[in-house]
């Protein structure tokens, strides 16, 4: 009886590695491993280095997992009516979830997921021959994966109390010292801005932070608002990002009370959105924060605070806010 017929294992792959360094033939390796010739002469002719003709055995162990992987993939848009379909909509410009939506409709009997549009779209196979990412809305060049940094499977933020629940006073801006903050961050750096607004005055304050931190975060907002008058600072509106996961420290040093936006309602804090947007002017999104001063960054909240608003009858922030506190 023939012997079953086992993969090479990543050990027998470092041994080939290392018995071709030393110049052995094919046939002294196969003896050396106990197996056939043929092995030998496939695993080095379909995993060694196209460019430089060399056998490394970490490169083959990868390229035959890649292989692997990829023959478990069942092909995507086999039938060529559906692939054509696809193909003509993207270029009008629909989004996936539209294309499949409308394939049963228009092609009674076809069917496909907006899940299988965009594995067709990124499988590196495909791309090869016709990339159609570039009609997507965002166009990445990698598909965004969803991980935590997108949904929470439980509430990260202790003791969270929902916007729902603050007070309606608070939505009407007739009382002062209550606030809006969230982050300004770029890919180009680690260092980003606190935005921290004052919804009735729209008063600004601007605090560059060394990254977008949890820690940096209560830093920033401790050390700024501690050095207003005690009716200045009432509640703080925050978004659900991890870098304020400490709101419990900052409400003991300054007194206040926390309320967290609804996930994916950024419009909720629209007074800080709304500054963030006069930051961008600036700063757009490609900024490096690491070569913006801090000095950069208080005149730009200076130059906000003194800027007239309509929503002020053409007062400033500034004139708004110390009459408030007076």
Same mark, same amino acid.
């Given at each position: 009886?023939?012997?079953?017929?086992?993969?090479?294992?990543?050990?027998?792959?470092?041994?080939?590695?290392?018995?071709?360094?030393?110049?052995?033939?094919?046939?002294?390796?196969?003896?050396?491993?106990?197996?056939?010739?043929?092995?030998?002469?496939?695993?080095?002719?379909?995993?060694?280095?196209?460019?430089?003709?060399?056998?490394?055995?970490?490169?083959?162990?990868?390229?035959?997992?890649?292989?692997?992987?990829?023959?478990?993939?069942?092909?995507?848009?086999?039938?060529?009516?559906?692939?054509?379909?696809?193909?003509?909509?993207?270029?009008?410009?629909?989004?996936?979830?539209?294309?499949?939506?409308?394939?049963?409709?228009?092609?009674?009997?076809?069917?496909?997921?907006?899940?299988?549009?965009?594995?067709?779209?990124?499988?590196?196979?495909?791309?090869?021959?016709?990339?159609?990412?570039?009609?997507?809305?965002?166009?990445?060049?990698?598909?965004?994966?969803?991980?935590?940094?997108?949904?929470?499977?439980?509430?990260?933020?202790?003791?969270?109390?929902?916007?729902?629940?603050?007070?309606?006073?608070?939505?009407?801006?007739?009382?002062?010292?209550?606030?809006?903050?969230?982050?300004?961050? !770029? %890919?180009?750096? $680690?260092? &980003? /801005?606190?935005?921290?607004?004052?919804?009735?005055? =729209?008063?600004?304050?601007?605090? #560059?932070?060394?990254?977008?931190?949890?820690?940096?975060?209560?830093?920033?907002?401790?050390?700024?608002?501690?050095?207003?008058?005690?009716?200045?600072?009432?509640?703080?509106?925050?978004?659900?990002?991890?870098?304020?996961?400490?709101?419990?420290?900052?409400?003991?040093?300054?007194?206040?009370?926390?309320?967290?936006?609804?996930?994916?309602?950024?419009?909720?804090?629209?007074?800080?959105?709304?500054?963030?947007?006069?930051?961008?002017?600036?700063?757009?999104?490609?900024?490096?924060?690491?070569?913006? !001063? %801090?000095?950069? $960054?208080? &005149? /730009?909240?200076?130059?906000?605070?003194?800027?007239? =608003?309509?929503?002020?009858?053409? #007062?400033?922030?500034?004139?708004?806010?110390?009459?408030?506190?007076?």
């Amino acid at each position: 009886m023939n012997k079953q017929f086992t993969h090479l294992t990543p050990e027998e792959r470092d041994e080939i590695a290392i018995l071709r360094a030393q110049c052995k033939s094919l046939n002294d390796i196969a003896q050396k491993l106990q197996r056939p010739k043929s092995t030998i002469s496939r695993e080095l002719r379909r995993n060694r280095s196209p460019v430089y003709n060399v056998y490394l055995s970490h490169r083959a162990q990868q390229r035959t997992m890649e292989r692997k992987s990829a023959a478990h993939r069942r092909p995507r848009l086999k039938r060529e009516t559906i692939r054509y379909y696809v193909t003509g909509k993207l270029k009008q410009g629909w989004s996936p979830e539209q294309i499949a939506g409308r394939l049963g409709i228009e092609y009674p009997g076809l069917s496909i997921s907006h899940e299988a549009i965009y594995q067709y779209l990124y499988d590196s196979r495909v791309r090869r021959n016709d990339d159609l990412v570039p009609y997507l809305a965002r166009a990445h060049k990698r598909r965004q994966q969803k991980g935590h940094r997108h949904t929470h499977r439980s509430l990260h933020i202790p003791q969270r109390i929902s916007i729902n629940e603050r007070p309606q006073h608070i939505s009407t801006r007739k009382q002062f010292g209550h606030w809006e903050t969230d982050s300004v961050i !770029s %890919r180009q750096s $680690v260092a &980003a /801005l606190n935005v921290s607004v004052e919804r009735k005055s =729209r008063f600004i304050k601007i605090t #560059k932070m060394a990254q977008k931190s949890a820690q940096q975060t209560r830093c920033a907002l401790t050390r700024t608002l501690s050095r207003l008058p005690v009716q200045a600072r009432r509640t703080i509106t925050y978004d659900n990002g991890s870098e304020n996961v400490e709101h419990l420290h900052v409400n003991k040093v300054l007194g206040t009370q926390s309320y967290f936006c609804n996930p994916y309602r950024s419009w909720e804090k629209g007074t800080n959105e709304n500054t963030i947007g006069l930051i961008r002017r600036v700063y757009p999104k490609k900024t490096n924060f690491d070569h913006v !001063s %801090r000095a950069y $960054v208080k &005149a /730009l909240e200076r130059r906000l605070n003194n800027r007239p =608003r309509k929503c002020l009858s053409f #007062k400033t922030p500034i004139e708004v806010f110390r009459a408030c506190c007076n």
